[in-house]
């Protein structure tokens, strides 16, 4: 049987982005497609146009007023600086570096959300039930991250992610119980396109799922496949909703 550890209490401050640690790898490795969230389409593996040489963001007080609302609201869970730690230096000028930098990248930011999203699941006193399949999933996630960048840029987390899923989800569902929370899918929110606006205290204690929010009373924050909300928010963006908010519970 495995033994229940106690509750991680430091998780946020170690799966946080250190923009200062890193080389806006966020800003190269993805590929963006032109959309509400980003203004431009932009082939992964290529320097957005507005990085500047310093790893800064040239346009970083005007982003939402230039079309990159997605960027305001994106977070790497601390991978970014982690695997520049892990390679040693910067991408540029180094193509094999490079290379190693950003195919790693985006499996251990799906590995960061993940632990993060157990981390705080595991916090909860209402989820008892599942501390010991969380801390068991916790081990297995922290194992994978911990594997090498060339290692990392060949896994898939497609199982790993659908295990950690259940047991999220279940936590999810002891969360909600007491709200009796019902269940949102495909709805939209937010002004100025919403006819069903979703407002904070109707989404208490409700599982959403394919929520696209653009402003409104929940907007601010991204996510885009979070299982473990009060509100679980699967493959739809959904903005400024705390990840568990306590007064619904
Ligand atoms: S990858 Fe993370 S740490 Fe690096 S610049 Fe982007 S947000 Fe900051």
């Given amino acids: 049987m495995t033994e229940v550890s106690t ?5 946020r401050e170690r799966l946080r982005a250190d923009c200062g640690q890193c080389y806006g790898i966020c800003c190269v490795a993805p590929g963006f497609v032109a ?3 980003f203004a431009i389409t932009k082939p992964a593996e290529t320097p957005c146009p ?3 040489e310093d790893s800064w963001c040239g346009v970083h007080d005007t982003l939402r007023d230039r079309g990159f609302p997605g ?3 994106y977070d790497c869970f601390g991978a970014g600086q982690n695997v520049a730690a892990r390679a040693g230096g910067d991408w540029r000028g180094d193509a094999e570096r490079a290379r190693r930098m950003f195919t790693a990248y985006p499996v251990l930011r799906d590995l960061h959300e993940l632990l993060y999203y157990l981390h705080e699941a595991r916090g909860f006193a209402a989820a008892a039930e599942v501390h010991g399949e969380l801390d068991e999933t916790i081990d297995a996630t922290e194992r994978l ?8 840029a060949q896994m898939s987390l497609a199982d790993h992610w659908a295990e950690a899923n259940a047991v999220l ?6 969360l909600r119980a007491p709200a009796a929370g019902r269940e949102l899918r495909g709805v939209s929110c937010g002004a100025p396109t919403s006819s069903r606006p979703v407002s904070g205290e109707r989404i208490c204690g409700a599982r959403i799922c394919g929520v696209r929010c653009c402003s409104g009373p929940i907007c601010g924050r991204r996510t885009s496949r979070s299982p473990t909300l009060p509100a679980p928010i699967c493959e739809g963006r959904i ?3 705390p990840r568990w908010p306590r007064r619904c519970f």
């Fill in 239 to 241: 903005c400024r909703v």
């Fill in 169 to 174: 989800t279940r936590a999810s569902e002891l």
């Fill in 71 to 73: 960027c305001t609201v």
């Fill in 7 to 11: 509750p991680d209490r430091g998780f």
């Fill in 35 to 37: 959309s509400a969230d």
């Fill in 145 to 152: 991250a911990a594997r090498g960048l060339d290692e990392l």
């Fill in 50 to 52: 507005h990085l500047r």
